[in-house]
Every structure is written in C-alpha cells, then in structure tokens.
C-alpha cells in the first residue's frame, strides 16, 4: 500500500513538474507569425509610435511626380520632332516646286 | 495611334483619383500600421518594372534575330519605363524599410538585386544616348542579360535569408487587402501601357524625321 501511495504521489509530482516543460516546448514548435510571411489587418484600435504619415505621403509624391515629370518629358520631346517634321517637309515640299 | 488609346487614358486616370480613397480604406496591417500602405504602390511598381525589363528583353532579341526596327523602338521605350518603374521602387521601398525595419537601406540579397537590375538598364540607356553607330545592337544584348536577370530577383527573397517580405505575401493577402492590391496592380499597369504606346510613337516619329532628312539630302 505504501509503494502504491509513494508511486502516486511521484507521477502527480512528475505530471506537475513536466506539462509546464511540456507547454513551453510545444509554444516553441508553433513558429512566430510574421509580417514577412503573411499579412493580417489589424484589430481593434490603431496603435502608431513613430509618425508614419510622412513617410507614406512621401512615398505616394515620389510616384505621382516620377511620371509627371516623364509624362512632361515625352510631350516636349514629341512636339519637337513634330516641330521638325513640319519644317523638313516644308524644305521638301519648297525644293519639289522649283 | 490606336483609337483605343484615349478611352484607356479615360479609365486609367478614374483608376489612379480612386487609387488613394480605396488605399485609405483599406485596413491597417497589424504590425507595421499605416506604413504597410506603400505596399499597394511599391509592389505594383516593381511588378510594372519587371515586365518591362522581359518587354524590354524579348524586344531587344526579336530586333537583334530578325532586324526589325520597330522592335528596336519598342525596346527602348520599355528601357526609359523599366527605369522609371525602378526609381519609384528603389525610392519608396526605403521610405516603407526606414519604419518597418528601422533603416533607409539594408545590402541584402533583393534589395542590392534589384538596383542592380536597375542599373543593367540604366547602362542600356546610356549606351542608346552616347554609344554611336551599332551601339543599338549592343544594347539589345545588355536587355537581353537584364530580363534575364529579373526571375533571381524574384525568387531572391525565398532563397536568400533578406528583410525584404517573401513573396508569398501577396498570395496570402486577405479579402480586403487583396482588393486594393489588385486595383493598384491594374491601374500601374494600365499606365504603363499607355506611356509605353506614347514613349514608342515618339521613337517612330523620330524614324519618320530621320527618313524626311535624308529624303531631303537626296
């Protein structure tokens, strides 16, 4: 009877002692959810601690100005050659009729 | 130009005055917050960039192969829009690193890939603007070498250990970022068309000037 209670009493210690051992392994096995893997929106309040709005508003101006300013550049480029397209095409025409 | 031209000018500039409403609808992503939000420009700008280096490519071998000039201006046209594709990339990248990561660069694997894919086509152009005679022909060999080099961009932040997010980010995206994601993805790429078909009549008017020059030479 002694031993049966000794037993007991060392696989209760031994189940107290190993399922904190045995729960961190297993949070150890899950592996940490990160931005670089998946995306997940946010819940409840917003929460920022370093100002991000100057860095997006930035972003965003740099794409709207990098093709204006190309646009731009295409449509002077463009009325220049049509500029000289029309002064050779004169010369030609002028030299036909002589 | 094709009459299709002004009604896709129409859509692509409704899409781009929508872009940033739905852009601010969108949910916050829960570790980087409003930062994340660059994403529905940057990546949609990288992937404009990179089919610009394979138009840029493909361009460049159907002229090298079979002579045809107007593959030549087509090609040079997509090298002018892969640069500008990447100087939008390579800025706001760092404008997203500086508060996700806490630095403006990082040498990693698809950072420092990406600049040097952009600069292969910064070498392209210059060679187009100050290489003389046959310097076309080179040319067409350097895009060939820089489209080649875009899928080892791609692929570079699954192989490589990098700050940079994977790419199975976007195919994970949720519902309501997916959405945002892909109306960004067409409106870039709606753009791009556009410009391309512009940058590609500038080139051919080029063509018809140099041939009016030496009509009147004759």
């Known amino acids: 009877m002694k031993r049966i209670k ?13 399922t904190p051992v045995a729960a961190v392994a297993h949070d150890q096995q ?63 025409e002028a030299g036909g009729r002589r | 130009m ?16 929508y872009a940033p409403v739905m852009i601010a609808r969108t949910p916050y992503e829960s570790t980087m917050g ?32 079979k002579r045809r000039a107007s593959a030549d201006r087509l090609a040079l046209a997509a090298a002018e829009l892969t640069a500008l594709f990447g100087v939008i990339v390579l800025i706001s990248g760092p404008l997203w690193a500086r508060k996700a990561w806490g630095v403006w660069w990082d040498w990693d694997a698809r950072l420092t890939m990406s600049l040097v894919l952009w600069l292969i086509f910064m070498a392209y152009l210059l060679l187009r603007r100050y290489g003389g005679p046959g310097s076309d022909r080179l040319a067409a060999g350097v895009a060939i070498f820089g489209a080649a080099n875009v899928p080892f961009v791609y692929w570079s ?4 250990r990098t700050l940079h997010p994977k790419t199975s980010v976007v195919p994970r995206l949720p519902p309501e970022m997916r959405g945002t994601f892909l109306f960004c993805t067409l409106t870039l790429l709606g753009l791009y068309v556009l410009i391309l078909a512009a940058r590609t009549r500038l ?9 009016l020059h030496l009509a009147l030479e004759d």
Request: glycine share 2%; net charge neutral; with cysteine.
């Open chain 2, 203 to 211: 080139e051919q008017r080029r063509a018809e000037l140099e041939s």
């Open chain 2, 2 to 17: 094709n009459k299709a031209f002004p009604l896709l000018a129409v859509v692509v500039a409704a899409m781009l005055a």
């Open chain 1, 6 to 18: 000794t037993f007991i009493v060392a696989l209760i210690a031994a189940v107290a002692l190993l």
């Open chain 1, 30 to 92: 899950q592996p940490p959810k990160t931005a670089d893997t998946e995306y997940e929106p946010v819940t409840g309040e917003e929460q920022e601690q370093l100002p991000a709005a100057p860095l997006v508003i930035g972003a965003y101006a740099v794409v709207w100005l990098a093709v204006i300013v190309y646009l731009w550049s295409i449509w002077r480029r463009l009325s220049q050659v049509e500029r000289e397209i029309a002064q050779v095409a004169r010369r030609i």
């Open chain 2, 157 to 160: 932040v699954n192989v490589w």
């Open chain 2, 34 to 65: 409003l930062v994340q939000k660059i994403f529905y420009f940057h990546a949609p700008s990288g992937i404009v960039m990179f089919l610009s280096a394979f138009v840029c490519g493909i361009a460049s071998a159907v002229f090298l192969f």
